[in-house]
T-cell receptor
Framework: DAKTTQPTSMDCAEGRAANLPCNHS???????VYWYRQIHSQGPQYIIH???NNETNEMASLIITEDRKSSTLILPHATLRDTAVYYC????????????FGTGTKLQVIP | DVKVTQSSRYLVKRTGEKVFLECVQD?????MFWYRQDPGLGLRLIYF???????EKGDIPEGYSVSREKKERFSLILESASTNQTSMYLC?????????????FGPGTRLTVT
């Protein structure tokens, strides 16, 4: 699995877009980029994933650069409930899904 | 609704005790995982299982074993608990086979070994 690098922490004003970057410069062609978040005292929750194209769902948007070496998770209108640790991970599709989570980015949404 | 449940939310055990952490999923998932989470270290994979009776070591398997006798249940066993196994333990499951599938996590068990 490709190693990912994320900033340790970020702040975002409530109502503004939160843009969380992730570097995965060693990602291979068939490794997906996944994003999860973990709200305090709960298990991680899946947000979104993508391979090459940008993706959007009801929670967030995922922008993957053309060379796939980095990506950005966008929360379009951050709320206080979005305060959490966000994990970016990359792993191969198919077969055994051994996944390694790093330490993630602690996002603090400020009123 | 997708559901992964863990047998206890909080557990206190003594050093040397044998500890069982149970995880059950109701989604007919092939893959199941056990992680531990410690401050500053993120989530670290202990073991995972891709089928009944099948298991693979993760990044930190020492001091742990697992059992998967039924598809829906994955147990983590601490044969002789030690204080350095005090941690939050998280179970997860996902679909198997070809393709890329998200993991669903349980609420976690906070284990304290005294």
């Amino acid at each position: 699995d490709a190693k990912t690098t994320q900033p340790t922490s970020m702040d975002c004003a409530e109502g503004r877009a939160a843009n969380l970057p992730c570097n995965h410069s060693t990602i291979s062609g068939n490794e997906y980029v996944y994003w999860y978040r973990q709200i305090h005292s709960q298990g991680p929750q899946y947000i979104i994933h993508g391979l090459k194209n940008n993706e959007t769902n009801e929670m967030a948007s995922l922008i993957i650069t053309e060379d796939r070496k980095s990506s950005t998770l966008i929360l379009p209108h951050a709320t206080l409930r979005d305060t959490a640790v966000y994990y970016c991970i990359a792993f191969l599709s198919g077969g055994y899904q051994k996944v390694t989570f790093g330490t993630g980015t602690k996002l603090q949404v400020i009123p | 609704d997708v559901k992964v449940t863990q047998s206890s939310r909080y557990l206190v055990k003594r050093t040397g005790e044998k500890v069982f952490l149970e995880c059950v999923q109701d989604m007919d998932h092939e893959n199941m995982f056990w992680y531990r989470q410690d401050p500053g270290l993120g989530l670290r994979l202990i073991y995972f299982s891709y089928d009944v009776k099948m298991k693979e070591k993760g990044d930190i398997p020492e001091g742990y074993s697992v059992s998967r006798e039924k598809k829906e249940r994955f147990s983590l066993i601490l044969e002789s608990a030690s204080t350095n196994q005090t941690s939050m333990y998280l179970c997860a499951s996902s679909r198997g086979g070809r393709g890329s599938y998200e993991q669903y996590f349980g609420p976690g068990t906070r284990l304290t070994v005294t």
